[in-house]
């Protein structure tokens, strides 16, 4: 990420002084290039982008140890590899021809091949800089963009009706301030039909999670027996009228099920919404 921080002042005049105070604070953001989305889900069957990333620090590893150890076989297997690896980078992602060494790893791949390990080492700095300098630009954002869920297009079928996930969710809101509203007045029977109602809607949620989720523990994290317990309380508390105990039991359903719900998807998929609109 590129840190060029914009101080956006404004002046302020006041009565015979002037005082200037800064507003907003900007931040510049460097937004990965288009074609490193062919190397990702869904265009991609594979995480491509990701693997081979994860094999280039593989690589990086064996020559480092090799070629400490002056093992002249494995800093060549692997020099070579390492070379390889990294001019991919440039194939797969034309616009980060600036972004790569290729002349460094030219020299490091004929240095291991040659045996001179003091020059692979040497070598091998160099190309984790640029390694560095790339990760600290791009990738927070590629994975953000990349690899975060996306509820752009999900969709939740509920009354015969299928309904966008954030209209969705607003009706979730409205179920949850109804209940809140009726304990604080005093409407045990509105409460416990907001209830039913939220359960209801809870419910509705639960096939939605097949559709990213292939097995059944997220699903059991979140919509499972702890949150089932909650309900229960909730339930009971309501039919004893006792408004205090409804508003404990409503506010660690909020935590438990909402709460930990959005902080894994709706932060990632809100941001990024918010960084590529057009694109996403
Ligand atoms: C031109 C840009 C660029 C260069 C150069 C680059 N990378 Fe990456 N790398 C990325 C991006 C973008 C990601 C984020 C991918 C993601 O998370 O989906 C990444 C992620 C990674 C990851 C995954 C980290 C993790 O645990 O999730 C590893 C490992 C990695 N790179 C290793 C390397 C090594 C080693 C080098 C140098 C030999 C290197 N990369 C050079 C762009 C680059
Ligand atoms: C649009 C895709 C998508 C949908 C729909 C979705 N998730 Fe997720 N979820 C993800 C992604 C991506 C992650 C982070 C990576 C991972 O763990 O797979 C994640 C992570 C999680 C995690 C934390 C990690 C874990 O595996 O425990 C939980 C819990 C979770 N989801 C629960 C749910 C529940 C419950 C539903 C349905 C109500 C759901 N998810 C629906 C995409 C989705
Ligand atoms: C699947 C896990 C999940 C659960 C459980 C969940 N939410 Fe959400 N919520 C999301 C996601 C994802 C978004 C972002 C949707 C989008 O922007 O497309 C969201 C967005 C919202 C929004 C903003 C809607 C908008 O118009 O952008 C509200 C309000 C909300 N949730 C309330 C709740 C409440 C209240 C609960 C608990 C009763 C709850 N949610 C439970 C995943 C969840």
Same mark, same amino acid.
């Given at each position: 990420?590129?840190?060029?921080?914009?101080?956006?002042?404004? #002046?302020?005049?006041?009565?015979?002084?002037?005082?200037?105070?800064?507003e907003?604070?900007?931040?510049?953001?460097?937004?990965?290039?288009?074609?490193l989305?062919?190397?990702?889900?869904?265009?991609?069957?594979?995480?491509?982008?990701?693997?081979?990333?994860f094999?280039?620090?593989?690589?990086?590893?064996?020559?480092?140890?090799?070629?400490?150890?002056?093992?002249a076989?494995?800093?060549?297997?692997?020099?070579?590899?390492?070379?390889?690896?990294?001019?991919?980078?440039?194939?797969?992602?034309?616009?980060?021809?600036?972004?790569?060494r290729?002349?460094?790893?030219?020299i490091?791949?004929?240095?291991?091949? /040659?045996?001179?390990?003091?020059?692979?080492?040497?070598?091998?700095?160099?190309?984790?800089?640029?390694?560095?300098?790339?990760?600290?630009?791009?990738?927070?954002?590629?994975?953000t963009?990349?690899?975060?869920?996306?509820?752009?297009?999900?969709?939740?079928?509920?009354?015969g009706?299928?309904?966008?996930?954030?209209k =969705?969710?607003? #009706?979730?809101?409205?179920?949850?301030?109804?209940?809140?509203?009726?304990?604080?007045?005093?409407?045990?029977?509105?409460?416990?039909?907001?209830?039913?109602?939220?359960?209801?809607? #809870?419910?509705?949620?639960?096939?939605? %999670?097949?559709?990213?989720?292939?097995?059944?523990?997220?699903? /059991?994290?979140?919509?499972?027996?702890?949150t089932?317990?909650?309900?229960?309380?909730?339930?009971?508390?309501?039919?004893?009228?006792?408004?205090?105990?409804?508003?404990? =039991?409503?506010?660690?359903?909020a935590?438990?099920?909402?709460?930990? %719900?959005?902080?894994?998807?709706?932060?990632?998929?809100?941001?990024?919404?918010?960084?590529m609109?057009?694109?996403?």
């Amino acid at each position: 990420m590129i840190r060029s921080l914009l101080f956006g002042c404004t #002046l302020i005049l006041l009565l015979g002084s002037g005082t200037t105070q800064a507003e907003v604070e900007k931040i510049t953001i460097k937004i990965p290039p288009v074609s490193l989305a062919q190397w990702y889900k869904p265009a991609n069957k594979r995480q491509v982008w990701l693997h081979t990333m994860f094999r280039l620090r593989r690589e990086m590893q064996a020559v480092n140890e090799y070629a400490r150890q002056k093992d002249a076989i494995g800093t060549k297997k692997w020099g070579q590899r390492l070379a390889k690896s990294y001019r991919t980078i440039p194939e797969m992602v034309p616009e980060w021809k600036k972004e790569v060494r290729l002349d460094w790893a030219g020299i490091l791949e004929t240095a291991a091949v /040659e045996g001179d390990f003091k020059q692979v080492l040497h070598a091998y700095d160099k190309l984790d800089a640029s390694c560095n300098l790339c990760h600290q630009d791009f990738q927070a954002l590629a994975a953000t963009l990349y690899r975060s869920p996306d509820f752009s297009t999900e969709q939740v079928a509920f009354n015969g009706e299928t309904i966008h996930y954030d209209k =969705f969710m607003e #009706l979730l809101t409205q179920t949850v301030n109804r209940l809140k509203i009726a304990t604080e007045d005093q409407h045990p029977q509105a409460a416990e039909r907001s209830l039913t109602q939220l359960k209801n809607q #809870l419910q509705a949620l639960e096939p939605g %999670c097949a559709n990213c989720h292939r097995d059944e523990r997220p699903k /059991e994290r979140i919509l499972g027996a702890n949150t089932q317990e909650i309900l229960r309380h909730l339930e009971e508390s309501i039919q004893n009228n006792q408004p205090k105990q409804t508003g404990r =039991f409503l506010g660690e359903a909020a935590v438990a099920i909402c709460a930990r %719900c959005h902080g894994v998807h709706r932060t990632l998929s809100d941001l990024k919404q918010f960084l590529m609109p057009a694109q996403f």
